[in-house]
C-alpha cells in the first residue's frame, strides 16, 4: 500500500467513523477519558466542534481507506493538538506522517504563531514517538502527562513556569 495520505475537512459523513475509532477498546486507553462515548453525545460534540471557529478537524485517507483524524483547536495562548487512527491502520508508520502533513496544513491555513500543544498519557509511547518524528519537542511531563510543544514561526524554545512541569 502506499504511503501517500491526503487531508480534507471532516463532513457530516465523518461523524460516525470518529465515533466508531474513538470507541475501540485499542484506543480508548489512550484517552484521558476511557469511557464508552454514547452516539448521541458524539454527535452533538462533533456538530459544535466542526461550526467551531477556532477547531479545524481533518479525515486522513489513504487511498480510498479512511486512516485517521487529525484535530486543531485554537486556544487563547495555544494550539491543542489531537490525533487518532482508526485501528486498523495501527503500527504502519502512519501516525508521524499524518501529525507533519496536519499541522503543516493547519499552520499554512491559519498562520498562526501559536505554539502547538498535544497532551499525552506517558504510557503513550507510540503517540510519543509519533510527535517527535514530526518534529514535536518534549518539554516536560506533569503527573500522567507528557507535554510535547512544537513551533515553526517561533525559533525559542516553548517557556513555561518551572512549577508546572518537571523534567
Known sequence: MKDNIILNKVTDDDCKYLWVWRNDPK???????????????????????????????????QGENKVGVIRFEIEKDSVKVSVNLNPEFFGKGLGSKIIK??????????????????????????????????GYLLIGKRGNVRIIVLSYYKKTVFSCKKDDYET
Open 101 to 134: 502533513l496536519g499541522t503543516e496544513i493547519f499552520l499554512k491555513e491559519t498562520k498562526t504563531e501559536k505554539h502547538i500543544i498535544a497532551k499525552i498519557k506517558k504510557d503513550n509511547i507510540a503517540s510519543q514517538k509519533a510527535f517527535e518524528k514530526a
Open 27 to 61: 484506543i480508548r486507553n489512550f484517552f484521558f477519558n476511557t469511557g464508552v462515548i454514547p452516539w448521541e453525545e458524539h454527535k452533538k460534540w462533533f456538530y459544535s466542534k466542526i461550526k467551531d471557529t477556532n477547531t479545524k478537524i481533518y479525515i486522513v485517507q
